[in-house]
Structure formats: structure tokens, C-alpha cells
T-cell receptor, first 118, second 113 residues
Framework: GAVVSQHPSWVICKSGTSVKIECRSL??????MFWYRQFPKQSLMLMAT?????????EQGVEKDKFLINHASLTLSTLTVTSAHPEDSSFYIC??????????????FGSGTRLTVV | AQTVTQSQPEMSVQEAETVTLSCTYD???????LFWYKQPPSRQMILVIR??????QNATENRFSVNFQKAAKSFSLKISDSQLGDAAMYFC??????????FGKGTSLLVTP
């Protein structure tokens, strides 16, 4: 079945530095990828929709200059947290849609990245 | 905007028993899809079951089944013969026209021996 690989699984960075998270579709081409953020014991909140070859669409309240999303190929989307601060500490999850599985059957999730900013 | 509501923050069930998790949603669309996802402590999102809104027949996957009431905008999940491995966070989700999944707040399911 469709597999999405997300790296790193966890990362600790110093306040003020930037961190890049990668999301790869391993056995299918994902024209659309989604980035979510999840705080402890809470739900997944959509941050942005990433479309290959075009600019990402950000949800209201998400700072596009802080959370840079790049979807340069059909198998890779990256989320860069710039000038990270402790409040950016969270669990970030990507999801990719496999068009071959039908419009709504192909939501596959990465394993998530736990970001801690110290 | 579509909203998904899970009114049970926590549920508990004994092994081998049956439990039902509730979910309601709000939408003005006629064509959409509903999902239940399981998130164990590993935090990997696992698809449990999905339902197309245009299908009247309730979806089933082994011990998991749904009660889809379109007019009432209700989409509950029934877990039969509960197992210890079913303990997890369960999220109800809505999707329309290939857009991102919209999740409810989740229900934490505890399974006791």
C-alpha cells in the first residue's frame, strides 16, 4: 500500500534556529500533501495544503513566513520552521493523497515529527 | 466551514465487550466522505474505516462498523469484541472534494481486562 516517510522522527533545536522536516511518498506520486500540527492530547490541526509546483495554501492564523512549505517534486514536501521558539514545540504530521486510490481513499500519514525548541 | 464534533473525551470498555464512539458533523455539502482514524501511543495515524456519503449501506471492517445517519449528520463507530490493542485515541474526520481531512477532538478509548 501507499507509504509516506517522514523525517526526522524527533528533533531538538535551540531557540532562533531553523528546522526542516521532510515528507516523502515512497511508492506513489503525491500532487497534494497536507501538514498538520498536534499538541498533546489534542486533535490534528491543519496548517497548510502543499501542491506540487505551486505555493502552499495556509490556514488562517498560520504564519507563512515562519512555517515555510516547499513541494518541489511529486514525492517530496518539506516544512521548515524558521527562527523557532519554544511555543513552536509540537508534533507535526504530514499526509499525502495518492490519486490512484481515488479522491478520498488515499490519505496516508507520515509517522510524525516531535519538535522540541529549547 | 465544516465542523466535526466528538462529544466523548474518554470512553472505557471491557475486553470482549462492545463500545460505540459518537461523532456528529456539520456540512452543507451533499457529497463527502467520513473516516475514523486510530492513533495509538506511537502517534501513527491508522485508518479504521471510511464511508462515502452517497452510500446508504453502513461500512464494516471486521470488528469495526459504523452507523451513518446522513439526515442527522451522525457517524458513530462501533467496536465489537474489544481487544486490549484497541486502546487508543480515535478521531472522526470529514473530507470533501479532495481537500484535507477535518478532524474532531478525539475520544480516548481505554480497554480493561
Amino acid at each position: 500500500g501507499a507509504v509516506v516517510s517522514q523525517h526526522p522522527s524527533w528533533v531538538i533545536c535551540k531557540s532562533g534556529t531553523s528546522v526542516k522536516i521532510e515528507c516523502r511518498s515512497l511508492d506513489f506520486q503525491a500532487t497534494t500533501m497536507f501538514w498538520y500540527r498536534q499538541f498533546p492530547k489534542q486533535s490534528l490541526m491543519l496548517m497548510a495544503t502543499s501542491n506540487e509546483g505551486s505555493k502552499a495554501t495556509y490556514e488562517q492564523g498560520v504564519e507563512k513566513d515562519k512555517f515555510l512549505i516547499n513541494h518541489a517534486s511529486l514525492t517530496l514536501s518539506t516544512l521548515t520552521v524558521t527562527s523557532a521558539h519554544p511555543e513552536d514545540s509540537s508534533f507535526y504530521i504530514c499526509s499525502a493523497r495518492d490519486p490512484d486510490q481515488g479522491q478520498h481513499y488515499g490519505y496516508t500519514f507520515g509517522s510524525g515529527t516531535r519538535l522540541t525548541v529549547v | 466551514a465544516q465542523t466535526v464534533t466528538q462529544s466523548q473525551p474518554e470512553m472505557s470498555v471491557q475486553e470482549a465487550e462492545t463500545v460505540t464512539l459518537s461523532c456528529t458533523y456539520d456540512t452543507s455539502e451533499s457529497d463527502y466522505y467520513l473516516f475514523w482514524y486510530k492513533q495509538p501511543p506511537s502517534r501513527q495515524m491508522i485508518l479504521v474505516i471510511r464511508q462515502e456519503a452517497y452510500k446508504q449501506q453502513n461500512a464494516t471492517e471486521n470488528r469495526f462498523s459504523v452507523n451513518f445517519q446522513k439526515a442527522a449528520k451522525s457517524f458513530s463507530l462501533k467496536i465489537s469484541d474489544s481487544q486490549l490493542g484497541d486502546a487508543a485515541m480515535y478521531f472522526c474526520a470529514y473530507a470533501n472534494s479532495g481537500y484535507a481531512l477535518n478532524f474532531g477532538k478525539g475520544t480516548s478509548l481505554l480497554v480493561t481486562p
